[in-house]
């Protein structure tokens, strides 16, 4: 992985939302450490919020944030899980147009490396929805570290070679009259 440092940076709206029914602003740890790396990195945070473990509320805001022209990106941390209360993947799939399969893949093959065979537990995903691309990870200040440091630092930063998602934001909606 390279980073072309002749490109201009291009930076990133990006909206973070914590899944959780029992976290504040004050105790979400894994929200600080994705807004910490989107703001270190130069992206700019459009948007963060708390949203309890329910997946028509998850899906409600995210279908408001894909609507927002000031978004281009929203990562999710928690409700990744296989508990009962777990449904972020089923939030996103309401609102969903394409899946990007890849994304959970290598995100478990980096966990692995971590946490072994439980990596297997976690259903991190990303798919893209008019326009605007969603990954959802798990709920541990650990993956979200994992998920920003091994591959949305590089796929969200429109100077990474071969290829990224930013340089393909312009045609995400080309099939649309």
Request: aromatic fraction near 6%; glycine fraction near 8%; charged fraction near 30%.
């Amino acid at each position: 992985m390279a980073i072309d440092e002749s490109l201009p940076f291009k930076p990133v709206r990006i909206a973070v939302m914590t899944v959780s029914d029992s976290r504040t602003l004050e105790t979400d740890k894994s929200g600080d450490t994705l807004v910490g790396r989107v703001e270190g990195d130069g992206h700019i945070l459009a948007a963060r919020e708390i949203v309890s473990d329910d997946a028509d509320l998850i899906a409600g805001m995210l279908n408001r944030w894909i609507d927002d022209p000031e978004i281009d990106c929203i990562i999710s941390t928690g409700g990744t899980g296989l508990t009962g209360r777990d449904v972020t993947p089923e939030a996103l799939d309401q609102v969903k147009e394409k899946d990007i399969p890849g994304f959970g893949e290598y995100f478990r093959w980096v966990s692995a490396k971590k946490i072994a065979t439980s990596t297997i537990q976690s259903r991190a995903m990303a798919v893209l929805s008019r326009g605007t691309y969603l990954f959802a990870l798990p709920g541990s200040p650990g993956a979200c570290k994992d998920g920003w440091d091994e591959i949305l630092h590089f796929q969200l930063d429109f100077r990474h070679r071969p290829c990224n998602f930013v340089e393909l934001m312009p045609r995400l909606r080309e099939h649309e009259v």
